[in-house]
DNA sequence: TTTCAGATTTAGAACAAATATAAATCAAGA
DNA sequence: TCTTGATTTATATTTGTTCTAAATCTGAAA
């Protein structure tokens, strides 16, 4: 059920619409940080008025929510991750796929850097993917 | 003088234009890893007919070079730095000032991830950077 | 129930960064 | 000097995102 999704958005002081919960569980049963065109194409079905303008809308509210992440690994197009909290990606530049990297880092931990205050990370590792690098070359 | 920038490009295969060396020493002498919007602000008055497809252009080939790096700190529009190697880099929310930070990370180190091959870095940070602390507050 | 007001959704226009295109220019070697 | 390929340039196009304004929905008040 998705009484628990219905409580995460009113704790935040967000209407739990269909359009909005129907991202939100898209996004938390996803596993690979996907786009908002993803998104859009996954959901228009299923929803026959369903338009890309709520999509926007509704990652940018979960968004400042703090209930979701936006990620701008790749220059062109932003990607959405379900978990709010700092963790590390990688992005192979054969699959394209974005793994998550559980890796904890002191500087983060600590919540400074050289009097900088940190409120938000994001680390992008680059490479190719151990799939990837098991199958063919380069 | 720009013998060493000539060089440089020389080293890479890349012929040594005057628009290519007149962005790339820009950039050198640029602390602040400036937008291809305020590179083409500052160099168009020094050169009549200079381009903005020509800035593209250049800081395209000069990345895959590897003699300079693309940042994607903000999501709207790419930033570019002079240092071509591994370092992290802090966004000031207020000012809006990308400063470099110097971090040496065992996992950057190791060259590896969970199985994935690491090429490139990019970690960022985001807060309130140490100068706008001191000021106002928030 | 009906009415109303504010929030939300929607379609499409507008915008901005980046890329693609094709003509003009340049530079080096024959 | 002529030729050829690389580079620059202006412009058109593309793409992701934001903006706008009308339509729709929802919940409270009458
Ligand atoms: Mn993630
Ligand atoms: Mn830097
Ligand atoms: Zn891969
Ligand atoms: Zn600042």
Redesign the pocket.
């Known amino acids: 059920m998705d009484e628990e999704r219905i409580e995460k958005l009113r704790e935040k002081g ?2 739990p ?4 919960l129907v991202v939100l569980q898209y996004l938390e049963e996803s596993t690979t940080h996907p ?3 993803e998104i859009y194409e996954a959901l228009k079905g299923q ?1 026959p ?6 999509v ?3 990652l ?2 979960l968004t400042q929510a703090g209930l979701i992440q936006e990620l701008t690994i790749e ?4 990607h959405y991750d379900p978990r709010p909290d700092i963790h590390h990606h990688f992005f192979c530049r054969r699959c394209h796929r974005i793994y998550d990297v559980e890796i904890d880092c002191s500087v983060v931990k600590r919540g400074m850097v050289e009097g900088h205050k940190i409120e938000m990370v994001q680390a992008y590792f680059y490479g190719l993917c151990a799939r990837c690098r098991e199958e063919g070359d380069a």
Do not use: C, D, G, L
Not at 17 to 20: E, F, S
Not at 49 to 54: G, H, M
């Open positions: 967000i209407a619409t269909i359009q909005r786009t908002v065109e929803y008025t369903f338009s890309k303008a709520t926007y809308n509704t940018q509210v220059k062109e197009k932003a």
